[in-house]
């Protein structure tokens, strides 16, 4: 079956620019404020009303297609199948979004036959679309962008989410991955939004980004992913380091493949002395 992308990225794009006009006009508004997994974890009605808009429009335009959404999936994830699927974050950086803080978006990814071909991450507050489709390039507010040509990983930026210190079980890890990472390179930037902060290492402003963990999903890293890869530079699994796997998120963004296996190497050096000493 011959797909239109022109058409799905035209409407994509529509819903986007649409979505984040309510983002923008909401960030100020009064929120109600629910926990998912922790206090790290937060929900807000507008999650809920972003994804309903774009959702429900795209299942007008698309009746056949199927539908990846952080609010309306939760937390089991259907299998990922050939068909055209859009995969949808509302509000990335929720927590932000409550604070005001300007580093919020809409994220929306389209996959057919398993692989993104159009990935659109929005922040209205900052006025920046970054946008992807395969084999095009990447491109922030229409012009081109590239990934950082750094590949010495003492003057690289790298960004990590200490939020995760919260969690139980990765606790110790990320105390050791934060003090080897401090260690190793150029500084640590921590913006609280997956998707821009892979977005972030595809404008070349940063260079690498280690995201997993609990409410981390498909959703964070489906769009992005495609804009990084479009942009000249890598998301890897964090285990193996090959490609990685929307559908499970172990995931290193990078400018490039020398970066990526230095970020491996100190996290897993940083992992190994946690469990040494516990």
């Not at 058409?7 to 960030?27: D, P, T, W």
């Not at 210190?165 to 390179?185: C, G, P, S, W, Y």
């Not at 070349?204 to 409410?215: F, K, L, M, N």
């Amino acid at each position: 079956m011959k797909h239109n992308e022109d058409f799905y990225y035209e409407v994509a794009m529509k819903l986007a620019l649409e979505a984040g006009q309510v983002l923008k006009s909401s960030i100020v508004a009064t929120k109600t404020i629910k926990e998912k997994q922790g206090d790290w974890d937060l929900v807000t009605e507008y999650d809920r009303k972003i994804e309903d808009i774009i959702v429900g429009k795209l299942k007008n335009e698309f009746p056949d297609h199927k539908f990846i959404g952080e609010e309306s999936t939760g937390a089991n994830l259907p299998e990922l199948t050939d068909d055209p699927t859009w995969i949808i974050d509302p509000i990335d950086g929720t927590t932000n979004f409550i604070h005001g803080f300007p580093h919020t978006c809409v994220v929306i990814g389209l996959s057919i036959s398993k692989e993104m071909k159009i990935g659109i991450v929005y922040n209205p507050i900052l006025e920046q679309l970054f946008t992807a489709r395969k084999g095009t390039g990447a491109f922030l507010n229409g012009v081109p962008i590239k990934t950082s040509s750094i590949i010495d990983i003492s003057k690289a930026l790298i960004c990590l989410e200490p939020g995760f210190l919260k969690v139980d079980n990765l606790k110790n890890k990320m105390i050791k991955r934060i003090q080897l990472i401090a260690k190793e390179t150029q500084g640590i930037r921590t913006l609280g939004s997956a998707a821009l902060t892979l977005c972030y290492v595809a404008m070349g402003v940063v260079e690498g980004y280690q995201i997993e963990g609990p409410g981390i999903s498909t959703w964070d890293i489906a769009a992005p992913s495609i804009i990084i890869s479009e942009a000249g530079g890598v998301v890897v699994d964090r285990i193996t380091g090959k490609k990685v796997d929307i559908m499970n998120p172990r995931a290193i963004g990078a400018c490039n493949d020398k970066i990526a296996n230095e970020v491996i190497r100190i996290i897993q050096e940083a992992d190994r002395q946690a469990e040494l000493h516990h």
